[in-house]
């Protein structure tokens, strides 16, 4: 992916004017399955819109991805209890949902409040820290459970855990 806007900016400059270069990577805990290096990403980027997409349904967001990796580690390794395969998900993506311990759980589509307290929060401070320029980062949310198909997102539950730049000073 760095090489990708690497290449594009390179071409960019090559123009009479100036063009302003965005990416939409996923959230930070997928840069080592998405070689979303946000580090890497930000000298190419002016603006970089992380996907804080939570959903399970659809095209996949935060738990429709992670459940997907927990019914994979399942396929390999049938040996392992479903938590077991939890378990490695969370020590390979460095993520864990607060009170989702199930495959069933994931399902309801409910997100606890400390899902935006101990996973949003600690996943947009990464995307700031890693690009290094909080201008840069404008965080994409959505919640619904068919996003794609036309469910609102829950947008008032973000901004009151963590508005503009001021509550993650």
């Given amino acids: 992916m760095v090489q990708f806007f690497a290449a594009i900016r390179h071409q960019f400059e090559r123009l009479n004017r100036k063009i302003k270069l965005g990416g939409i990577p996923r959230s ?3 840069s080592l399955t998405t070689t979303a290096d946000y580090r890497k990403l930000g000298p190419y980027l002016e603006y970089i819109f992380p996907k804080h997409y939570f ?16 019914r994979q580690i ?13 378990a490695v998900v969370k020590a390979w993506l460095g993520l864990e949902l607060p009170g989702i311990h199930s495959l ?3 399902d309801l ?12 929060y600690p996943e947009t401070r990464r995307a700031l820290e890693a690009i290094g320029d909080d201008n840069k980062v404008i965080a994409w949310v959505s919640t619904g459970r068919r996003p794609h198909g036309g469910d609102r997102c829950q947008i ?5 855990s963590w508005s503009p730049r001021g509550a993650l000073d």
């Fill in 28 to 30: 930070a805990a997928f």
């Fill in 109 to 120: 589509g409910e997100f606890p409040d400390a899902f935006f307290s101990e996973v949003v």
């Fill in 55 to 70: 959903w399970n349904r659809g095209f996949d967001g935060m738990y429709g991805t992670m459940a997907r990796w927990v």
């Fill in 104 to 106: 069933a759980a994931m």
């Fill in 74 to 86: 399942a396929d390999w390794n049938p040996g392992l209890s479903e938590r077991d395969c939890f």
């Fill in 156 to 160: 008032m539950i973000c901004t009151e």
